[in-house]
């Protein structure tokens, strides 16, 4: 997803951050190594030094230049070959943030060489793949967890609890936006033609976890239009999911497209309007049938990927798992149906 320079502004605002963030925070003890070096990767190294448990050890790269340079930044030691990283004994868990179709194969191998891993979303192509992986984690007594950020936030959970209880009563119609605006290039895995590119597995996956959450269910109607870039992918779509229950959920996401990424739902006895839903940062808001407005915020001093982090070694401590395989095997099910739909199949 693209490696970092050793001047740019970005670099210098994470080296600042990070700086800030261990100035803030005791010592550390959840080792982690990380596998890329691309933005996301670079988003989790800047952020854990602010969990409270977690240490970057070391960062893997397929080229010796750009773990050298992701190191200066983040620290931790650069390895050259993602093999290399995993034949440490000197770590409890990999992040893995390479690109969509690399997953399997790297996850599969961190866990033979018996690592836990925290995989970026969506953690596989297909169900299929998805089911191999946690078989393998079974078999080896290793944790494998798919990487929705949002959901291991205090704030989501407090979402999904409030509605939950029924704070807007049935759960009637859901909205959710997911885009951003990025130069299309052949060296951005997302723009590559084949399964694993494309928005929909990008920031759809997001969209369609939000909506399945709430609705309480799975999906037994599934609709999905795409535009397709002259790379082969689908750089934008609209999706309708339709659940047992009742619930219609509509989502759009995209990667060539400036709007907002806000979320909206709507119930039988009120509605809430949440600003960046996989972000909770801004809060939401529950909007009563009379209009009466009550805020929520939960204040949280961690950034979300610390949050992330350290939900992580929780589970691998034997805590509460914010994140069951069962939902990534629904979520993986969903998207294969919107990209069969939308002219994008996923065994492609």
Known sequence: MGEFGNHSAEACAAQTIRAILMAMNPPRHFRWGILGTGRI??????????????????????TSAAA?????????????????????????????????????????????????????????????????MFDRAAEKRLVLMEAFMYRAHPQTQKLFDLVASGAIGEVRLIRA???????????????????????????????????????????????????????????????????????????????????????????SEGRIEITRFWQAKEGFSLISPKGAVEKFRVREKRPIYAVEADAFAEVVAGGANWNQPANTLGNLRTLEILRDKAGFPSKS
């Not at 990767?41 to 397929?62: D, I, M, N, Q, Y």
């Not at 930044?73 to 690399?102: C, F, Q």
Request: aromatic share 8%.
């Open 41 to 62: 990767a670079a988003k989790f190294a800047t952020e854990l030094p602010a969990s409270h448990t977690g240490r970057l050890v070391a960062t893997a790269s397929r």
């Open 68 to 132: 050298a340079a992701f190191a200066r930044i983040h620290g931790g030691e650069p390895v050259t070959g993602y093999e290399a990283l995993l034949r440490r004994d000197d770590l409890d868990a990999v992040y893995l943030s390479l690109p969509n179709a690399l997953h399997r194969e790297w996850t599969l191998a961190a866990l033979d060489a018996g690592k836990h891993v925290l995989c970026e979303k969506p953690m596989a192509l297909n169900v299929a793949e998805a089911r191999g």
């Open 177 to 267: 936006n997911f885009t951003f605006s990025r130069e299309a290039s052949h060296e951005d895995a997302r723009f590559q033609a084949g399964p694993g590119g494309g928005s929909l597995m990008d920031v759809g996956c997001y969209c369609v976890d939000f909506a399945r959450t709430l609705s309480g269910g799975e999906p037994d109607r599934v609709e999905c239009l795409a535009h397709r870039h002259e790379f082969g992918v689908d750089d934008y779509a609209a999706g309708l999911l339709g659940f047992s229950g009742g619930s219609l959920a509509t989502f759009t996401c995209g990667m060539t497209v400036l709007s907002d990424q806000s979320a909206h739902l709507a119930g």
